[in-house]
């Protein structure tokens, strides 16, 4: 029901061009405007989605059904029992899409495009605001909590980027969110973890050689868990401030170096593919050998962030363990 309410809301008015007499001139066909199964849609289609879904619920608790008489076979009276619902929400749905009909703005795409999505993303999708999401996430991850608690309310924004980057390159255009889109990555990718690796391979505690074994693999394809509640860097203060530095300084360094001495050609195409792509791939898929260097080179500086810390957790965990024997 949400998907065909999605597709009621879609304007079925494409404008298109013909020839007539030599001349060509607009004209207007009646087909489903692709435009808004993309990025552009991506706001109308979660409201949409949870919408319809709740409206649903409402009407079925209220008993909004279709009362048949008992000697109807269960299975029939089952099957029709909620047609009274679904009529009720795709004329409720129909009523949405004639009302904008009669406004400025024409059809819903276009009202949340002009009043939440474009000051939203305007806010959101830039190198700042993407360094400080990251840096929030580090900080949550101190406290136990996933990122995907931030993750995925923020998904609309980020796909939005996504998605209206890729038609800007598909199209020859300037990518409106390239730098965004750069920088968040960064700060994801080597923000933190990787680095931790690097300082674990040097550690002389027996703890922190056996997480070195156990983190690093998981680590290399994005998989963080393990270091952060093995090791633990969770509710540890001793690695507080390298895990809401490291993705902090990351993220400015790599703004700057994109922004002077390497810019990158973005190819945000390569931005879809699963998560779990070791990041020196990802990367040059991404970027080519410059947005390669620069994650070579956030690693590095990342590393020597956490490296003091693990420094003295490593010397604690050998005290300990030299007393225990």
């Given at each position: 029901?949400?998907?065909?309410?999605?597709?009621?809301?879609?304007?079925q008015?494409?404008?298109?061009h013909?020839?007539?007499?030599?001349?060509?001139?607009?004209?207007?066909?009646?087909?489903?405007?692709?435009?808004?199964?993309?990025?552009?849609?991506?706001?109308?289609?979660?409201?949409?989605?949870?919408?319809?879904?709740?409206?649903?619920?409402?009407?079925?608790?209220?008993?909004?059904?279709?009362?048949l008489?008992a000697?109807v076979?269960p299975?029939?009276?089952?099957?029709?029992?909620?047609?009274?619902?679904?009529?009720?929400?795709?004329?409720?749905?129909?009523?949405?899409?004639?009302?904008?009909?009669?406004?400025?703005?024409?059809?819903?795409?276009?009202?949340?495009?002009?009043?939440i999505?474009?000051?939203?993303?305007?806010?959101?999708?830039n190198?700042?605001?993407?360094?400080?999401?990251?840096?929030?996430?580090?900080?949550?991850?101190?406290?136990?909590?996933?990122?995907?608690?931030?993750?995925?309310?923020?998904?609309?924004?980020?796909?939005t980027?996504?998605?209206?980057?890729?038609?800007?390159?598909?199209?020859?255009?300037?990518l409106?969110?390239?730098?965004?889109?750069?920088?968040?990555?960064?700060?994801?990718?080597a923000?933190?973890?990787?680095?931790?690796?690097?300082?674990?391979?040097?550690?002389?505690?027996?703890?922190?050689?056996?997480?070195?074994?156990?983190?690093?693999?998981?680590?290399?394809?994005?998989?963080?868990?393990?270091?952060?509640f093995?090791?633990?860097?969770v509710?540890?203060?001793?690695?507080?401030?390298?895990?809401?530095l490291?993705?902090?300084?990351?993220?400015?360094?790599?703004?700057?170096?994109?922004?002077?001495?390497?810019?990158?050609?973005?190819?945000?195409?390569?931005?879809?593919?699963?998560?779990?792509?070791?990041?020196?791939?990802?990367?040059?898929?991404?970027?080519?050998?410059?947005?390669?260097?620069?994650?070579?080179?956030?690693?590095?500086?990342?590393?020597l962030?956490?490296?003091?810390?693990?420094?003295?957790?490593?010397?604690?965990?050998?005290?300990?363990?030299?007393?225990?024997?």
């Amino acid at each position: 029901m949400s998907l065909a309410s999605y597709f009621i809301l879609i304007p079925q008015q494409v404008v298109t061009h013909v020839n007539d007499g030599g001349k060509w001139v607009e004209s207007t066909v009646n087909a489903v405007k692709f435009d808004y199964l993309g990025g552009q849609g991506i706001f109308v289609g979660m409201i949409v989605a949870i919408g319809i879904t709740k409206l649903y619920s409402i009407l079925s608790k209220k008993n909004f059904t279709i009362k048949l008489p008992a000697s109807v076979p269960p299975m029939v009276s089952d099957s029709l029992a909620p047609t009274f619902i679904v009529t009720t929400i795709f004329l409720f749905v129909c009523a949405i899409r004639i009302a904008f009909s009669f406004t400025d703005f024409g059809d819903i795409f276009t009202f949340i495009t002009e009043m939440i999505s474009a000051p939203l993303n305007s806010l959101m999708a830039n190198p700042v605001s993407m360094i400080f999401i990251q840096v929030l996430i580090a900080f949550l991850w101190f406290f136990g909590i996933h990122n995907a608690v931030l993750s995925g309310p923020l998904s609309a924004v980020t796909l939005t980027m996504m998605t209206a980057n890729i038609d800007a390159y598909t199209n020859g255009s300037t990518l409106p969110f390239a730098m965004a889109s750069l920088v968040y990555g960064v700060c994801g990718a080597a923000g933190n973890a990787l680095g931790l690796v690097i300082c674990l391979f040097f550690s002389k505690s027996a703890r922190y050689k056996e997480m070195f074994k156990l983190g690093a693999l998981p680590t290399i394809f994005n998989i963080t868990e393990p270091l952060n509640f093995g090791i633990p860097t969770v509710m540890n203060p001793i690695f507080f401030l390298p895990l809401v530095l490291s993705p902090l300084v990351a993220g400015f360094v790599s703004w700057g170096l994109m922004s002077t001495i390497l810019p990158i050609p973005y190819n945000p195409t390569a931005e879809a593919i699963p998560w779990t792509t070791p990041g020196f791939v990802k990367f040059s898929l991404i970027g080519n050998w410059q947005f390669l260097l620069i994650y070579i080179i956030i690693t590095a500086i990342v590393a020597l962030i956490w490296f003091p810390f693990v420094k003295v957790a490593d010397m604690k965990e050998l005290q300990e363990e030299m007393k225990n024997k």
